[in-house]
């Protein structure tokens, strides 16, 4: 049976003067997400604000575990390797 996963982040891009600037940040680490971890992942939500982003990410498997361990690496690999956005929260769900 497959299993479908969703990680939301709330992100912060500290400094973030316009939303061309925010887009720039942005889409460099929606390409590395897909690359880095094989999964799909857009800006959802706070579209028109400079300074904040809800990132979705989402992952199919048959495996609940593998789908789990890869949404919670993504949050800690962008905590940790992508310093120019905070994680405000982060919320995974399985649908």
């Given at each position: 049976?497959?299993?479908?996963?969703?990680?939301?982040?709330?992100?912060?891009?500290p400094?973030?003067?316009?939303?061309?600037?925010?887009?720039?940040?942005?889409?460099?680490?929606?390409?590395?997400?897909?690359?880095?971890?094989?999964?799909?992942?857009?800006?959802?939500?706070?579209?028109?604000?400079?300074?904040?982003?809800?990132?979705?990410?989402?992952?199919?498997?048959?495996?609940?575990?593998?789908?789990?361990?890869?949404?919670?690496?993504?949050?800690?690999?962008?905590?940790?390797?992508?310093?120019?956005?905070?994680?405000?929260?982060?919320?995974?769900?399985?649908l």
């Amino acid at each position: 049976m497959a299993v479908t996963g969703l990680l939301s982040l709330h992100l912060q891009l500290p400094g973030c003067a316009s939303l061309k600037e925010k887009r720039g940040r942005l889409k460099p680490l929606l390409a590395r997400l897909h690359k880095q971890f094989n999964i799909s992942a857009a800006e959802v939500d706070f579209l028109d604000a400079w300074g904040d982003s809800l990132l979705a990410c989402a992952l199919v498997s048959n495996d609940v575990a593998h789908v789990q361990r890869v949404l919670q690496n993504v949050e800690h690999w962008i905590e940790d390797e992508w310093r120019d956005v905070m994680v405000v929260e982060a919320r995974i769900e399985m649908l």
